[in-house]
T-cell receptor
Framework: AQKVTQAQTEISVVEKEDVTLDCVYE???????LFWYKQPPSGELVFLIR??????QNEISGRYSWNFQKSTSSFNFTITASQVVDSAVYFC??????????????FGKGTLLTVNP | EAGVVQSPRYKIIEKKQPVAFWCNPI?????LYWYRQNLGQGPELLIR????????DSQLPKDRFSAERLKGVDSTLKIQPAELGDSAVYLC?????????????FGPGTRLTVL
């Protein structure tokens, strides 16, 4: 079973539309961290946000907002008034211990967002 | 501040040939990661270094892959011999330390094509 599921493979919207990217995770840890990264066509993953498992407060940063709900194991990402520059692949990731002293960042398969002018 | 630097950006080789990728992490970052990203997938960890020590190489195919991080700074990932299935983007990332909450900073990756 996937630890991080991004059910939406591709989303296409028209500029200025709002769009929500879904992320569902699975973990047995009580302490874990969730991340969102953006991967533009240049290939470099860009960190967007980190959230720990004890902080369910929603967060807003400009046009970006995140909704973390432990009850449904979801960490969804909303872009308000999308712009063409938002076109990229977005990855949700989970950081948890792997059973020993090591921990691992596990990524979902990503959602390709295309914002059309 | 300079980001994570990787070279080359692109590499095309014939199968059975060797290939090497180089990574220079952000200055001061003790932890370095190598990931492989197959087409349409998220990155998957190959190996993690804390300074010079490889602390997690459980996903590294050791029959053909090797890595080193001399002096705890730059790192090299090698494949010998390369197979068709090795075609992917190889990403290097670094973080201040190995804390699970630390964000990882990624380089642009090396896109490997094995013919």
């Amino acid at each position: 079973a996937q630890k991080v599921t991004q059910a939406q493979t591709e989303i296409s919207v028209v500029e200025k539309e709002d769009v929500t990217l879904d992320c569902v995770y699975e973990t047995r840890d009580t302490t874990y961290y969730l991340f969102w990264y953006k991967q533009p066509p240049s290939g470099e993953l860009v960190f967007l946000i980190r959230r720990n498992s004890f902080d369910e407060q929603n967060e807003i940063s400009g046009r970006y907002s995140w909704n973390f709900q432990k009850s449904t194991s979801s960490f969804n990402f909303t872009i308000t008034a999308s712009q063409v520059v938002d076109s990229a692949v977005y990855f949700c990731a989970l950081s948890e211990a792997d059973g020993g002293s090591n921990y691992k960042l596990t990524f979902g398969k990503g959602t390709l967002l295309t914002v059309n002018p | 501040e300079a980001g994570v630097v990787q070279s080359p950006r692109y590499k095309i080789i014939e199968k059975k040939q060797p290939v090497a990728f180089w990574c220079n992490p952000i200055s001061g970052h003790n932890t370095l990661y190598w990931y492989r990203q197959n087409l349409g997938q998220g990155p998957e960890l190959l190996i993690r270094y804390e300074n010079e020590e490889a602390v997690d190489d459980s996903q590294l195919p050791k029959d053909r892959f090797s890595a080193e991080r001399l002096k705890g700074v730059d790192s090299t990932l090698k494949i010998q011999p390369a197979e068709l299935g090795d075609s992917a983007v190889y990403l290097c990332a670094s973080s201040l330390d190995a804390g699970r909450f630390n964000e990882q900073f990624f380089g642009p990756g090396t896109r490997l094509t094995v013919l």
